[in-house]
């Protein structure tokens, strides 16, 4: 059964003509070109979300980051900015409509990716004390040494020479990273993917018993924690003290967890299928990166751009009236960014649809929205950078002469709204 014919808002696709719905099966299929003409209708365009809600739709560049970067627009549907309008926004209907009780709702509306300043501000500097930098850099052999271990075993999955780089590569890598980092026990990781797999499903029946024992999971993994306290992460939350002596709450410690372990390896798992699938379809890219390595930081930049897994951001809320590339936003109206139409955009790249590892100039900011930008640039950029870096160029270092094993048009992807993600990756591989 597809995200499509099984989502209860399926009934609500083409009621508006002339304001698409991002649950629409031709904007689905192809966003690049259903998005892209969207940005050439202009930077605003009205639009539908999957409630049947209306939305803005803001699909250029610098448009994109201007909302990015403007806190005037409130990631929190329930922001006391909005005031009254706050009971109509699209995300608590979204959430109704989903069966989840409103009890539950706090760890969503909660979390780090739903809060805005000053509480987005407290959330993000906490955990940053125990996700810093150089943890994470610290961390880049035993990722090396886990993709290793998996590519090493990729023969013995393999069935008549073929392999599913998604099932045995490209999921097992960043789950095994993130899980190991937060101190999610290994018998326990299975569950977290199979829950990861019912979240972005967006079905009810999934939902209703999913999420509840998520969060029963994670109240006893902080319990059993605090017990005996280590170097993982999840110790670290526990730890964190702000300045004036503020505490990540137990609610605010699972929600930082659910936002870390499935931001840290669903879009990582699908980045790494979706570059490889683009660095096997063309082949002088390839050729680019096998002579030259070191090329692998500015590679992944570009698959990000280019064959990103992340479409569109969540739904932003204007606190004001506000006046985009002049079409006026009124207060409470609900705005929708298209990282995939923005990350083309003429106006901005030279020749956008072409595949180049050498855009994006060395040693400068990424020149892209696939992580975002502003104050929610996403917490994990640096370790999905990292392990794209180690999974890509381990990949061709085990097997250099890999090739898909099957046809280019034969590549399945998964039919869910703002995401682009293949169902599998089929590989041939041929030994060193």
Request: glycine fraction near 6%; proline fraction near 7%.
């Amino acid at each position: 059964m597809s995200a499509l014919s099984s989502s209860p808002f399926a009934e609500h696709i083409g009621k508006h003509p002339g304001e698409p719905n991002v649950m629409e099966p031709a904007l689905i299929k192809d966003p690049f070109g259903g998005y892209g003409a969207l940005r050439e209708q202009g930077p605003v365009v009205r639009g539908r979300f999957m409630d049947d809600s209306p939305v803005w739709f803001v699909t250029r560049f610098e448009e994109v980051r201007q909302v990015l970067r403007d806190q005037r627009f409130v990631n929190n549907p329930a922001s006391p900015l909005l005031g009254s309008q706050a009971e109509e926004m699209p995300m608590l209907r979204l959430l109704e409509q989903m069966g989840l009780p409103e009890h539950l709702r706090v760890y969503l509306l909660g979390s780090i990716l739903n809060s805005d300043a000053p509480d987005h501000t407290r959330l993000r500097r906490l955990v940053s004390r125990a996700f810093t930098a150089r943890k994470i850099t610290d961390l880049r052999p035993r990722v090396e040494q886990i993709a290793d271990e998996l590519l090493a075993r990729l023969p013995e999955h393999a069935e008549d020479g073929i392999v599913d780089l998604i099932q045995h590569f490209a999921y097992p890598l960043p789950i095994t990273v993130i899980c190991e980092l937060v101190g999610i026990p290994e018998a326990d990781r299975p569950q977290w993917r199979a829950w990861g797999a019912d979240l972005v499903s967006l079905e009810p029946d999934r939902l209703s018993t999913s999420f509840p024992a998520m969060i029963d999971h994670t109240h006893e993994l902080i319990r059993e924690r605090r017990g005996a306290l280590t170097d993982d992460l999840l110790s670290e939350l526990i730890r964190a003290q702000d300045d004036d002596g503020s505490r990540l709450s137990d609610v605010e410690m699972v929600t930082m967890v659910f936002a870390l372990v499935f931001a840290g390896h669903e879009t990582t798992a699908h980045l790494i299928g979706n570059g490889t699938a683009a660095l096997l379809t063309h082949p002088d890219q390839l050729r680019l990166l096998k002579d030259d390595p070191a090329l692998l930081p500015r590679a992944v930049h570009e698959l990000m751009r280019w064959c990103g897994p992340v479409h569109m951001t969540q739904l932003r809320y204007a606190s004001e009236d506000i006046d985009l590339a002049g079409t006026p936003i009124r207060k409470g109206d609900a705005v929708q960014l298209i990282l995939v139409s923005a990350n083309f955009d003429p106006r901005h790249y030279s020749d956008p649809d072409r595949l180049d590892l050498t855009r994006h100039p060395a040693g400068h900011a990424e020149n892209h929205v696939g992580f975002g930008h502003g104050m929610h640039y996403c917490l994990g950029a640096t370790l999905a950078r990292q392990e794209g870096e180690v999974a890509f160029g381990k990949l061709l270092a085990h097997y250099p002469d890999v090739a898909l094993g099957v046809e280019p048009e034969a590549l399945e992807r998964a039919p869910m709204p703002g995401s682009w993600r293949l169902n599998s990756l089929l590989l041939r591989l041929a030994k060193r």
